[in-house]
Nanobody, 126 residues
Framework: VQLVESGGGLVQTGGSLRLSCAAS????????IGWFRQDPGKEREGIPC????????YYADSVKGRFTIAGANAKNTVYLQMNGLKAEDTGVYYC????????????????????WGQGTQVTVSS
């Protein structure tokens, strides 16, 4: 199983980035892909997640209306389009293979992700 994130970088406040999570080594449609971020000194935060078999997704309140998660199942890839970026969006962004996608999962009530990517840095400058 392998998950590879890409697309991070430095962007100004209000700007946009699109992250990619390329997955391999498992049956893509059978799982959830979740995006998480972590800044030094802060707890890991679930952002959005998506069921690959039907596209059902959930978003953390902090990114609703600004971020969009979408799957390209033919490419075994999940994208995270981030618009209206703020300084507080800065962090290392990870995608993970997960077993559930729900508001509770995004709040970190439970953690059952079993494979993680290496992360990609997103820095939003003011």
């Amino acid at each position: 199983v392998q998950l590879v994130e890409s697309g991070g970088g430095l962007v100004q406040t209000g700007g946009s980035l699109r992250l990619s999570c390329a997955a391999s080594g498992f049956s893509f449609d059978d799982y959830v892909i979740g995006w998480f971020r972590q800044d030094p000194g802060k707890e890991r935060e679930g952002i959005p997640c998506i069921y690959n078999n039907n596209g059902e997704s959930y978003y953390a309140d902090s990114v609703k209306g600004r971020f969009t998660i979408a799957g390209a199942n033919a490419k075994n890839t999940v994208y995270l389009q981030m618009n209206g970026l703020k300084a507080e969006d800065t962090g290392v962004y990870y995608c993970a293979r997960d077993w559930a996608c729900s508001p509770a999962r995004m709040l970190g009530v439970f953690d059952i992700a079993d494979y993680w990517g290496q992360g990609t840095q997103v820095t939003v400058s003011s």
